[in-house]
């Protein structure tokens, strides 16, 4: 029996999107153990790529669902790169889909970072939203002080 073309397009873009995680793996490694520097060492091409990976697979796939997931992770690893415009014109195609809530959130993360507020202190809002409260646990989590 032939394989359908849903199926088709289905596995040709998990492939696809499977080369965009790829990329992410090689844009975000964990400092070797007996570096002098702690945490993660990130590379903006391999964000961007893994984007541009992403929106190929949400171009292929059919089903909306699938379509809000690639494009919603597009955004996500734009946010990642730095390109706050970009992410945040991304974000707002699946505004309406099942992602609002992440979308939303990707969106003023941006406007954030774009407002120059640092990284760390927007994770911290963010946390602290989920878990009212807990800023200074959270706060010494993150070593700001």
Do not use: H
């Not at 734009?78 to 945040?88: D, K």
């Not at 507020?117 to 878990?131: F, S, T």
Request: proline share 2%.
């Amino acid at each position: 029996m032939p394989i359908s073309l849903d199926e088709i397009q289905r596995k040709a873009s998990e492939a696809v999107a499977a080369l965009g995680d790829r990329a992410e793996q090689k844009g975000r490694k964990s400092l070797d153990q007996s570096s002098k520097t702690k945490g993660w060492v990130e590379s903006v091409d391999k964000f961007l790529e893994a984007a541009a990976y992403y929106r190929i697979a949400a171009g292929i796939v059919r089903g909306e669902a699938s379509k809000s997931f690639f494009t919603f992770r597009e955004g996500a690893f734009l946010e990642e790169a730095g390109e706050f415009s970009r992410a945040i014109e991304v974000y707002s195609t699946v505004a309406d889909s099942e992602y609002s809530k992440q979308a939303a959130e990707g969106i003023s993360r941006c406007r954030s970072a774009m407002a120059g507020i640092p990284k760390e202190e927007i994770i911290l809002a963010q946390l602290n939203a989920l878990m009212p409260g807990m800023a200074a646990e959270f706060k010494s989590l993150l070593n700001l002080d």
